[in-house]
């Protein structure tokens, strides 16, 4: 059963340095996800490392949190049907070597932790997400 749920989408700082905005935009809404709010922020590491905690194992941690930090990204309310998977599907897998024909990193991103976008993995997790970035 599809139901309507909202995500967090992340245009990363590489994607926002070669104005992918609007052409990354324009593919969600043409995927039937409707931006409900979205803004440019530049984040310091500290809130970088406070929203990957869950990576803070593995040894990619410092770089990705150095990464998000180090220019300006647009943070995304998605809203649609099964609007999680369906962002997921459309982002591509991680690897963008590795991403499915059309999706955004097949089309967009330049290696792992260059990879265009972020997209929350389930719904628990897009609320926590969209909270962090969207405090009220
Ligand atoms: O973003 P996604 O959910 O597809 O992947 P993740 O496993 O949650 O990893 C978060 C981010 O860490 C990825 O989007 C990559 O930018 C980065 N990463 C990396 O730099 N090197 C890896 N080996 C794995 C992930
Ligand atoms: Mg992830």
């Known amino acids: 059963m599809s139901k309507i749920e909202q995500t967090l ?3 990363k700082p590489d994607a ?5 905005i609007d052409e990354i935009k324009n593919i969600y809404t043409k995927n039937n996800l409707a931006i409900k ?22 040894p990619f941690y410092n770089d ?5 930090s180090s220019s ?16 997921r599907k459309i982002m591509g897998s991680t690897n963008p070597k590795d991403a499915e024909e059309k ?8 290696s792992i932790d260059k990879n265009s ?11 926590k997400e ?7």
């Open 9 to 11: 989408s992340i245009i």
């Open 16 to 20: 926002v340095e070669r104005n992918l």
């Open 37 to 58: 709010d979205s803004k440019k922020i530049h984040i310091t590491k500290e809130e970088a490392a406070e929203f990957y905690k869950v990576h803070q194992s593995k």
């Open 64 to 68: 990705l949190c150095t990464y998000l």
């Open 72 to 87: 300006p990204i647009v943070v995304i309310i998605l809203e649609g049907e099964d609007a999680v998977s369906k962002n």
């Open 103 to 110: 999706t955004i990193r097949k089309l967009y991103g330049i």
């Open 117 to 127: 976008v972020h997209g929350s993995d389930s719904v628990e997790n897009a609320k």
């Open 130 to 136: 969209i909270k962090f970035f969207f405090k009220n």
